[in-house]
């Protein structure tokens, strides 16, 4: 789901205890609008409808309103790729095509919270504090890392960690260009899905672990 401004209705009150997701509400749509750090905590309670000191109930300033949304956009993404994965079923290939997708997707459904995902410093290998739900979304692009090379000779495997940081590269680069208000993406004449899949196939081929077979019969649908 995006948080655009069509549809988007400044809450005029709110009841006790949604303060905090109203806020939220609000920052995700001024992120769009505005960019990461294009706007201030008065301005978030301003489109939230509350008094300029609502916001400091919940947070000590708009980094902090920042760290929030990335922290819970985390935690859907961390949730989303799990999901795709499942456990490499029925395959780990098919179920890396699935991984692809899902991340595209959330990259897509969510620009705010992605924007401010890996603008926040929070993100895993940044010198940041990273975050639990960033932990396990990486976690997660490790254990497929892991299951696909898992086919090689134990002493030819890459070293995990570094394939998960090229995997999770080349699809945030993948996901950051198709974002470009389709500027970008209309000079590609392929869709941000086909894109992926070609680079990661030629990645996992040049690593040894991919087969003709499944090259040929592994295809990523939009």
Partial sequence: MTHSGRGWRRSGSYHHGNLKEVLLEAARKLIEEHGAFGFSLTEAARLAGVSPAAPYRHFRDRDALLAEVARSGF???AARLDAAWNNGIPTPLSAFENLGRAYLAFAREEPASYTVMFESGLAPGTEGENIPAAEQAFDVLQKAAEALCRQLPEDERPPIKLV???????????ASLFAQEGRAARKVPMTSEEVLESGLL???????????SEEDGSTLES
């Fill in 164 to 174: 998960s940081l090229h995997i999770w590269t080349m699809a945030h680069g993948v």
């Fill in 202 to 212: 030629i990645y996992l081929k040049g690593l040894g672990v991919l087969s003709e």
């Fill in 75 to 77: 935690e859907r993404f």
